[in-house]
């Protein structure tokens, strides 16, 4: 089952990593970048919700005490992470954006530590340091924050929306179907996004052009369109949610950190991008970090600060969320 969830969760990260380079497509053809989020999730949400109306009616049930954590789940876990990822792949290289996202797996180590008052192994506060000594590297912090700020800051407030949805898929009970999740997350995404999308308002005929990012090869719109629909948004959403089940929101946020690197090479191949040298050692530090923080959440042996009954083992510490 661990092996399995493992295989699933690297799949996912490979999947994911086309999100930010297709839709860098999108953009070029003339989408503004949150119209480019709100087509991705409606038109992934409507094609799940008809597929599941069709075939499996029952997943698409959702149980009144749940209405509460399916609605956050739509506005931070879905919208939030997506809509605040394309703004700042805007301002910022794609690599350089996902890094920024994937500050994730450190800050669920300080959820842990700061809101459910669990005192850490020493090796969760090692890579949480080394985590942030990497992106000061990564932003090149020595030359004056040479990078775009306000991209910076979009894509730290991606990473704890990012952190939110590794926490929330860990800890949804069995009278919820995953699938029904993701169709219903990325359905209210996309009703979320309406006011600031505007739908009425986007370019459709981009769709039936040929683009390409600055430096990029030429595809068409409406290819690189159904590719983020369907492989970096649907299967991406489907096998991540299945992986966090089989593993912990710990060690799938850990795995799917590959997608930087994933991420990275995508938009190399397709869009011209390349990380500087500064960028990829303070990358490899962010993953390292990330990595020692996970593993001493997930692994360790933490200490309990108040409420000692409430934890049950290493792996609940880690991915368990206070819901309130």
Known sequence: MRYAGLALAFVSSCCFAFSGPMAKYLIAAGLAPIEAVWTRMAGAGLLLLAALALLRPRALRIPRSMLPFFALYAVMAVAGVQALYFVAITRLPVGVALLLEFMA?????AWVRLIRKVRLARAAYVGAVVAVVGLGIVVEAWQGLRLDALGLLLGLLAGACCAGYFL??????????????????????????????????????????????????????????????????????????????????????????????????????????????????????????????????????????????????PEVISSRPETG
């Open 168 to 313: 929330m898929n860990d800890s949804f009970g069995d009278d919820v179907d995953p699938l029904g999740l993701i169709a219903w997350g990325m359905a209210g995404a996309a009703v979320v996004l309406i006011p600031f999308a505007r739908p009425w308002d986007i370019p459709w005929d981009a769709f039936t052009v040929t683009a390409a990012p600055e430096g990029g090869l030429r595809l068409p719109v409406l290819g690189a369109y159904l590719w983020m629909v369907l492989i970096a948004t649907v299967i991406a959403y489907i096998l991540g949610v299945n992986a966090v089940r089989r593993l912990s929101a710990a060690v799938g946020a850990t795995v799917a950190s590959l997608e930087v690197i994933g991420g990275a090479m995508v938009a190399w191949a397709l869009v011209g991008e390349a990380l500087g040298v500064f960028q990829i050692i303070g990358g490899l530090l962010v993953l390292s970090g990330a990595l020692l923080a996970q593993t001493a959440t997930s692994g360790g042996h933490p200490e309990i600060v108040e409420q000692p009954e409430a934890v049950a083992t």
């Open 105 to 109: 797996p450190v800050m669920v180590v």
